[in-house]
């Protein structure tokens, strides 16, 4: 329970302890979810987490054509690519050398919901583009994503071997938390046996794409203006996650420091909690600190933390010092709203 260590502050903290319940909040209840930490299609750099989704043989099931170095720079590195699966034009493992083909390529990642920005590099690549002369067998790229089109690449325009980037900032919002399908659908035209496309059924030629998205959460957190009883004082704390990703479960966290070392008084407890889950907290020598680890929060939704302070003495200045924060590892477009360092509450 919460509040177990409580009775070692006397008869005043026990009655307020009897009016005491856990708020109620608006935060998502857990679920079954995926190890978000440790999905190898995420990486970091100094702004923050993002994806990286590139076509790779072994992961979307198809033909490995060739290797395509990045069209992005600095790449966006993984725990994928770390591993060797580097991004490759992809195609069906066998092609007709004269008919059209139409080619269908999937693959399901794990998503946080709208990104703050989304990127995608599409290439028509040739294996061997000066014996072709430059032709290009594939007619259309389309990339789908959760089955709507962001991104259609047709006719010769954009040529063979090189990236398009395509902006792809309308599609921000077809992004769901959760699974996501990724598909491509690309299209071989009629050919000329002559030209070589598909010696021996085996296609020289594929498609390749980069979708990267950087996740992104305001999220913030506030106090109230708070009296308390001698000995002890209450306040909530409310948490918001103003997207418009999803902040993911268990990483992202609502801390709070109280005690001596801040100038306040000589703070003996300090308990949190919320609806599904008391927070630990433990004594720091001069003071005390305390961490929630947040559940699931949508664009918009909020939680609320109880906050118990037990104290001993008098109360200098007729106020407690504390310091709250709140983070997430997603991109965090507004850090000022995140918590207050200098915040005193009323004894």
Known sequence: MPWRRLAVLGVSLCCLLAVLAPPAAVAEPQRAEPDWAN??????????YYFAVPTNAELWGARRIINVPTGFAPAYATPETYAGKQVEAIWSP?????????VKLTRDVY?????GELLLNVQRTLLNGTQHQGKNPISSVEVQLNGARIARLTGKKDGVNAWKSVDVSDAVGKVAYGSNRLTIVAQKARTKKASGFCAGGQPDFGVAIELVGRPAADVASSVPPTSGAAGAIQFTATITNYGPSYVVPNDGSFSVRTGQELGGANVTYLGMSWTYADCPTQSTGEGWQGTCMLPALAPGATMTVTVLVG??????????????????????TNPANNGESTRTIHC
């Open 111 to 115: 998503l946080p919901g709208t990104p």
């Open 94 to 102: 066998t092609c007709s050398p004269t008919k059209p083909q139409t």
């Open 39 to 48: 999905l190898p299609y995420y990486g970091y750099d100094s702004t923050g």
């Open 311 to 332: 104290y001993t003495g008098p109360c200098p200045g007729s106020s407690i010092a504390i310091y709250f924060w709140t983070f997430s590892r997603w991109w965090d």
